[in-house]
């Protein structure tokens, strides 16, 4: 088993900057690919950012050029910076991960406001 405990999320104003941190816990070893999702009110959850365990990056295009995911594969951390903060950021994120035997687990989520 996997625990996943988001921190970092709060308010900020439009162009504003937070960071988004992600510990794992319990059976880290079999992890690979680490995510950060997000679902606003009234709308699915959509796939942010993802890391694989070599580095390798991908972003959703309304987030590209402003959101930074990284990772620590010693700690087993994920975090997400996130600039140039827009008002349709506002959201629950979640962090996602998934291990070599394709598991999914999720962190509980933790709300991002930006006001404009």
């Known amino acids: 088993q996997v625990q996943l405990v988001e921190s970092g999320g709060g308010s900020a104003r439009a162009g504003g900057s937070l960071r988004l941190s992600c510990a794992a816990s319990g059976s880290i070893f079999s992890l690979s690919t680490m995510s950060w999702y997000r679902q606003a009110p009234g709308k699915q959850r959509e796939l942010v950012a993802v890391?694989?365990?070599?580095?390798?990056?991908d972003y959703v295009d309304s987030v590209k050029g402003r959101f930074t995911i990284s990772r620590d594969n010693a700690k087993l951390t994920v975090s997400l910076q996130m600039n140039s903060l827009k008002p349709e950021d506002t959201a629950v994120y979640y962090c996602?991960?998934?291990?070599?035997?394709?598991?999914?687990?999720w962190g509980q989520g933790i709300q991002v406001t930006v006001s404009s």
């Open positions: 996602h991960a998934q291990n070599i035997w394709a598991a999914e687990y």
């Open positions: 890391i694989t365990t070599s580095g390798t990056t």
